[in-house]
Structure formats: C-alpha cells, structure tokens
C-alpha cells in the first residue's frame, strides 16, 4: 500500500510533466504528473504492464499554480482499492477505485520522468524536492502533516516546526541591490520588484560637528494615494501554507485628519477582483489609533466576505515607529476540533506577538490569485485602492509557515 510525498515547483504546462513514477518494462506502476488534458495534477496506476495501459486516474481540483511550491501526494490503498491525490496535503474529490490486481513494477523509481514504451518520457521541467515514498497506505491526517514539512532535526532544538522556503526577498535597504525603479530579488527566483511612484529615499543621521558618526541608509517611501510596486505573482500556491513580513512605518501626517477613515495595504496578492490576500491598516473616523488586519476573500467577485485576523485592543498600531508585521497561512492547521478535515487558519503577528490562538483565524476554502505580487496598495472589487503612506522596508515571502519562536527570533535579531 505504497504512498508518494514530494514537493513540485514548475514554470510552464505546455506538455505533460512527470514528478515521479515507478517504471516496469514497457510502463509505469503508478505516475505522479501534471496533465495538459485535464489542466491539473494527476496520480495514476496502469493496470497492466503493456504499451498502452488502461489508466485509473485521481485528478486535481484546481489547475496547477505556476513557479510556486506545491506538495504533492498520492496514495495507493490495498486495502481499500483506491487511489487518492492530495494537493497541499487536501485530497483532491473522493478516492477513485482501482479494482484490478495489481502488477509489480520492477524497475528503479524515476524522479522526474515517466517510463512508458520501455523508454524515459515526459520529463519534468523545474524543481522537485523532498521525495518520500512509504510501503504503506498514509491517513489523511498524515498526509496533512507531512505536507507541513517540518523539521527532523534533533540537535538544534526546532524539531518539529515547520521548515518554509524562501521564495522572494526585497529589501530596499539594501543599496547594492535596490536602485532607480527596480529592488532585486535576492532570493534566487528573479522577481524583481518594479517601483510605481514608490521612491527609494536616502536619510541621513548623526553630526559630524558634535563627534557623532554619520550614516546613510535607505527605504522605499511611499505617498498614500498613488504609489506603489508590483513582483510577477503569483508567489506562492494560496492553497498551501505561506508567510510573509516587512518591517513598515505609518506616515502620521497623512493620517492626521480624524474627519476620515482610512485602509491602507502594506501588501498582497493580487487577483482579477480582489486581492487573494493581504495585510492592511485601518482607523476608524475620528479615532487617531487604529488596527493591523490580515484577511482572505471567499471568491474573487464583487462583495467578496473577508475572513481576517486583528490585532487586539492592547497593541494598536503606533504611528510613526517600525513595526515589523508577519502573516502566516497554515494550510494545515486543524482549526475546527469537530471536523479534522477542514484544515487552514490565517495567524497575524505584530512584531513578536501573536494575534489570537495558536491554529489562527478558521479559512478552509482558499482560492488561487493570478495577479501581480503588490505592495502598497490593495486589489478591492475590481479597482485599485487602499494606497499606503509612508516606509515598506525588507518584504520577504515563504512557502510554508512559520513557527512563532521563529518569528519572534527574526524579530530580535533584526529590531531597528
């Protein structure tokens, strides 16, 4: 009763790529791979070892999100005569019947190529990482788990958190790599991050004239009403765990006026009519404090139904002061303790507080953003909007989420 784990990360789906196979003499036991006519990801079994097999197949919900970390699972039950896809540790629609008597596949396990006609073919294009496979059938449950990918080691005393991938990382800070209208990405993906009436400003501090040591640093400014900048999105799968941080300052002058209220995004992933995600500030009229939000939409329609995490009354906003903000997507937290099968929680933190419980805010029905990456502005029924005053500084994005110890310890190490 075999099971196959892996993590896929592909840049095109012109043509059939395979994650994983198992090969016989002219086919596969069993095919882990994105399919061009079903537009998704498929695990499959060939019912006999010939030329051209019957195929059983379990398909994938949801078409393929590309350039982003995805988890991949299939699960062949003996027992129970059924295969099973899981995307991101969700099983994708019910187990599908394979009734017929299984034929051993004799041949090596084939990482990134399927074998069919006694011959390598559809060969993966892009990465592939974290391949597990088990000599036993894996629970639902366990799936979920695995699609955590935590960590196994002992001797640094984090085993069991998760372990995220960073995927894009933009620091205006850094001068060598954040010049004219373009922050480098410097994680090794190549989004770069195009400014859009966002500025990269120099400051100065110390006098000279008194002893004291004069420094030059940097951030990305922006105006409140029509700055911002754009990343090739999207970054990450939204249906699999995510996470990501900046350190940002609120521009009090421009939030001066208690006669309005005001929204403003720090960031977010933009999709045709709603931002698939994001995390913004918001002050009520006539108040001169407000909250930092992290929410998610039902759909990608007009009159979405936000999901959202705020933080709580003893840590309002202070304007004017770095604050480094971090959301986390668990996609597999188990939020609901009367339904283990509905699985995600969107978590907030404000420096090194978490906001709420330790399985986060309940939001078990993600959907995919096919936008740009935005910072400094928000995607809200179709229209530009929610324009963000002030510094956005050091954006970094992860696949998978993030521990609080962890978060609290990039906090420490990296407080202004």
Known sequence: MPQKDHSARTPKKDVNYTVLSQAGTNAS??????????????????????????????IGTKPPVLNAWTHLAGVYDAAAQTLQ????????????????TPWKASGGLQVGRLWHAAAGKENFAGTIDEVQVWSRALADTEVAHEAWLEDEDLSDGTAGDPVPALVAKWDATDMA??????????????????????ALT???????????????????TLNGTSAYATATGPVVDDSGSFTATAWVTLDPAKLADTSKSYAVQVFGQSGASQS??????????????????????????????????VSDALTTAQLGVPVMLTVVYDAQAEVD?????????????????????????????PWQGSGAFEVGRAKINGAATRYFPGKIDSVRVWA?????????????????
Not at 85 to 100: I, M, R, S, W
Not at 202 to 220: H, K, L, N, R
Not at 346 to 364: I, Q
Request: aromatic letters at 12%.
């Open 337 to 365: 303790d009367q339904d283990t099968s509905k699985l995600g929680g969107l978590k907030l933190y404000v420096d090194s507080a978490r906001m709420g419980d330790e399985y986060g805010v309940p939001y078990t029905a």
């Open 85 to 100: 896809l899981y995307v991101n540790g969700v099983p994708q629609g019910a187990p599908v019947p394979f009734t017929v």
């Open 400 to 416: 998978g989420a993030t521990s609080t110890d962890t978060i609290a310890n990039r906090r420490n190490t990296e407080q202004q």
């Open 276 to 309: 698939a995600w994001g995390v913004w500030y918001e002050q009520p009229a006539g108040s001169t404090q407000g909250r930092w939000t992290f929410g998610r939409p039902d759909k990608d329609g007009t009159g979405a139904a936000w999901t959202t995490s």
């Open 177 to 198: 790599n954040a010049t004219g209208t373009t922050v480098k990405d410097t994680s090794g993906f190549g989004r770069n991050l195009t400014l859009n009436g966002a």
């Open 29 to 58: 036991g069993f095919q882990l791979y994105y399919s061009t006519a079903y537009n998704a990801w498929v695990f499959n079994r060939h019912e006999t070892d010939v030329t051209s097999p019957a195929i059983v197949r379990s």
């Open 202 to 220: 120099q400051f100065t501090t110390g006098d000279p004239d008194i002893g004291e040591e004069v420094t030059t640093t940097q951030a990305m």
